[in-house]
T-cell receptor
C-alpha cells in the first residue's frame, strides 16, 4: 500500500509486482522530464526521460507516462525486484535548471 | 560515460571552520554545473548554478558569501562552506550536463558529500 511518512511518501510492494510511482509537476512550461533513482547515501541515478511531445516512453522494465493536461507523470516498474528499493524522484526542466519533485520511497519485499 | 566524481564523500568539521567540496566531470566537459542540498527524507533543493569562467547564480535564500562556488575549468567546480555551523550539516550533491548537449538531456550526478558540523 501507499502511505505518507514524515516527508516522503512510501510505496510498499512485493517482489514481482508491478510498481507505479506518481508525480505531479508544477510548471506548465516544462518540456523535459526525468525520473531518477536514489539509493541511500548516493547521488541520483538517471532512469528514463521523456520530452513533452511524447506521452509514453518505454525502457527496460520501466515505462514513463506523461499527461500534460493534468501535469502528471508516472513511472511504472515491471516485475519489481528488491534491488529497485530506493527513493524515486521526478524532475522537470524548461531549459537549464532541473527542479525535483518530493520523491517516493519504494520498498520491495522478497 | 558521463561520470561525475565528488570529493570528499564524507567530512566532519568543527563549527567555524571552512570545508571545500570538489565536483569533477571525468569524461566530459561541463560549462555549467549545479549544486544541490538534501536534508534527510527530503528532495534535492538547488542551491546554485556554477558557470565556468563567470560568477555562480544563487537561488533565492542561499547566501553567496557562505557558499562560495568556483568553476575554474570545464571539468571542475568547487563549493566551499565557509564558517560552517551545525545547521549546515547536510548532504551536498553536484551535477553536470555535457557542454555539447542541450537542456533536454539528463544531468549526471556525483555521489554526494555528507557534511557534519560539530
Amino acid at each position: 500500500g501507499e502511505s505518507v511518512g514524515l516527508h516522503l511518501p512510501t510505496l510498499s510492494v512485493q517482489e514481482g509486482d508491478n510498481s507505479i510511482i506518481n508525480c505531479a509537476y508544477s510548471n506548465s512550461a516544462s518540456d523535459y522530464f526525468i525520473w531518477y533513482k536514489q539509493e541511500s547515501g548516493k547521488g541520483p541515478q538517471f532512469i528514463i526521460d521523456i520530452r513533452s511531445n511524447m506521452d509514453k516512453r518505454q525502457g527496460q522494465r520501466v515505462t514513463v507516462l506523461l499527461n500534460k493536461t493534468v501535469k502528471h507523470l508516472s513511472l511504472q516498474i515491471a516485475a519489481t525486484q528488491p534491488g529497485d528499493s530506493a527513493v524515486y524522484f521526478c524532475a522537470e526542466t524548461g531549459y537549464s535548471t532541473l527542479t525535483f519533485g518530493k520523491g517516493t520511497m519504494l520498498l520491495v519485499s522478497p | 560515460g558521463a561520470v561525475v566524481s565528488q570529493h570528499p564523500s564524507r567530512v566532519i568539521c568543527k563549527s567555524g571552520t571552512s570545508v571545500k567540496i570538489e565536483c569533477r566531470s571525468l569524461d566530459f566537459q561541463a560549462t555549467t554545473m549545479f549544486w544541490y542540498r538534501q536534508f534527510p527524507k527530503q528532495s534535492l533543493m538547488l542551491m546554485a548554478t556554477s558557470n565556468e569562467g563567470s560568477k555562480a547564480t544563487y537561488e533565492q535564500g542561499v547566501e553567496k558569501d557562505k557558499f562560495l562556488i568556483n568553476h575554474a575549468s570545464l571539468t571542475l567546480s568547487t563549493l566551499t562552506v565557509t564558517s560552517a555551523h551545525p545547521e549546515d550539516s547536510s548532504f551536498y550533491i553536484c551535477s553536470a550536463r555535457p557542454t555539447l548537449t542541450g537542456g533536454d538531456s539528463p544531468l549526471h550526478f556525483g555521489n554526494g558529500t555528507r557534511l557534519t558540523v560539530t
